[in-house]
């Protein structure tokens, strides 16, 4: 028998995507879909790309009705409405993946300093911070995962080998990422309108992005010492895709090849983080509609500085593919089913 699943949020972006990539699960049935915005009206028509191949109508949220159609819940909504339904859903025995901030902090007062007040703070205590190439035991066990945010993911796995291996310093992180539109959501913003991104690059919210705290909590776990890395995100022209640009300090000198080593040999057996040989650098375009992280590097002449970029499709690794691969690994399934997709190139 499948598993119900039921995505509460489900017209957005991420919402659209969790259900493209369900839809090709073998073993998953998706069972509920709820919409404030389109309640009432079947989800084909609001999206003509899922015609003929799922026929649910978006439904408002009824966290007992709901509850009786699925086994299994992903969130797909904004912050505060996620602390807010999560908990509902948890006191009735749910499993969830919830793709907004709420879940995703050990501490309701760092989350509370980036946010706004927590109001079911003990609960994350209880939810796992759900990317699985560092947390995947924890993940296994869990009831609630917070999903992380895209730009922690592009930063984060390239960064946990070479933590901690020892192969750089953690006093010198920064992290400068390039994301298509798709990534600031899809409701109207005056900032996100064609005419406002096209032909042009920004950066924005240096020092005060969302996901910087992310980034440090992660990196202070892994290795036990206060890391506060430098992020730098940037607007860009396209619709999906984020590219990681890390400029790093090696703490002995080394060369590319060595560095290489250290992530083929940590990552050899990860299902969906590809580490690019020598002489090559991601492209996000490589990565487009799959769940891959593509990893490429190299190391200055005196072999005391490196710069390593990754690449992944912001609303596949970067949240729903990330998503269903939490799920998979909830459920017990194999950690790719489902996701073994070959990116949309060109």
């Known amino acids: 028998m499948k598993t119900r699943v039921g995505i509460i949020g489900g017209t957005g972006y991420t919402g659209v995507e969790l259900l493209r990539l369900l839809l090709l699960h073998p073993e998953i049935e998706v069972s509920a879909l709820t919409s404030q915005k389109y309640a009432g009206l079947p989800i084909h028509q609001v ?5 003929n191949r799922i026929h649910l109508t978006c439904e408002e949220l009824s966290v007992d009705s709901i509850s009786e159609k699925v086994d299994f819940l992903f969130a797909a909504v904004p912050h505060k409405t996620a602390m807010e339904t999560v908990p ?13 901030a709420d879940f995703r902090f050990r501490s309701a007062e760092i989350y509370e300093r980036w946010y706004q007040k927590h109001t079911c703070p003990e609960l994350l205590p209880e939810s796992v911070y759900g990317l699985p190439e560092l947390h995947r035991s924890a993940i296994r066990t869990a009831r609630i ?11 984060l796995i390239p960064l946990i080998p070479l933590l901690r291996e020892g192969v750089i310093s953690s006093d010198h992180i920064i992290a400068d990422s390039k994301s ?3 990534g600031a959501g899809r409701d109207v913003v005056l900032g996100s309108l064609f005419c406002e991104v096209n032909e042009g690059v920004k950066a924005y919210k240096i020092f005060d992005h969302r996901h910087l705290p992310e980034i440090d909590q992660e990196l202070t776990r892994l290795i036990g010492k206060k890391v506060e890395a430098t992020f730098v995100p940037h607007l860009i022209p396209m619709d999906r895709g984020i590219l990681t640009t890390l400029h790093l300090r090696l703490i002995r000198k080394m060369k590319a090849e060595e560095v290489l080593t250290v992530l083929q040999e940590h990552y050899g057996k990860e299902p969906f983080v590809r580490i690019y040989p020598k002489g090559k650098l991601p492209n996000t375009k490589d990565v487009r509609g799959s769940n891959y992280c593509d990893i490429g590097l190299n190391v ?4 005391e500085r490196m710069v390593v970029v ?3 499709d912001n ?3 970067g949240a729903a593919g990330q998503a269903v691969q939490n799920m998979n690994i909830m459920l017990g399934y194999p950690e790719s089913l489902g996701l073994d997709v070959i990116p949309l190139f060109p």
């Open 47 to 51: 999206f003509p790309s899922l015609s």
């Open 88 to 100: 509902l859903f948890h006191r009735k025995g749910k499993k969830v993946v919830d793709l907004s």
């Open 145 to 155: 995962i917070g999903n992380p945010g895209c730009y922690p993911t592009g930063a």
């Open 180 to 182: 298509g539109v798709s």
């Open 300 to 303: 200055n002449e005196s072999g």
């Open 310 to 312: 990754s690449a992944i």
């Open 315 to 317: 609303l596949v690794k």
